[in-house]
Nanobody
Framework: QVQLQESGPALVEPSQTLSLTCTVS??????????WTWIRQPRGKGLEWMGA???????LYNPALKSRTFVSWDTSKNHFALQLSSVTPEDTAVYYC??????WGQGTQVTVSS
């Protein structure tokens, strides 16, 4: 069974870049037809899909965040990563990594504050 675990700093200063990593266990990150996704949820709001990476290193982005978002992977370490630049307090949220509807990480709270 695939397991995912987010990691990264819990506090980021405004205007800086938020960087998170998702480590995938019990399965190759390069398996065909899988997309590895980042999703976030601000307190009291709904889930927001941010971006994904998958087969042939193809990447997909939420148009509303595309200019600030970069998703990448390191297949040698079986993990994928999120970078969100120029953050503001509105980017404060619980950030999840996931693949499909079934396999999600537990989420990590990131607060943007000085």
């Amino acid at each position: 069974q695939v397991q995912l675990q987010e990691s990264g700093p819990a506090l980021v200063e405004p205007s800086q870049t938020l960087s998170l990593t998702c480590t995938v266990s019990d399965g190759s990150i390069t398996r065909d037809y899988y997309y590895w996704t980042w999703i976030r949820q601000p307190r009291g709001k709904g889930l927001e899909w941010m971006g994904a990476i998958g087969y042939n290193s193809n990447t997909l982005y939420n148009p509303a965040l595309k200019s600030r978002t970069f998703v990448s992977w390191d297949t040698s370490k079986n993990h994928f990563a999120l970078q969100l630049s120029s953050v503001t307090p509105e980017d404060t949220a619980v950030y999840y990594c996931a693949t499909g509807a079934t396999y999600w990480g537990q989420g990590t709270q990131v607060t943007v504050s000085s």
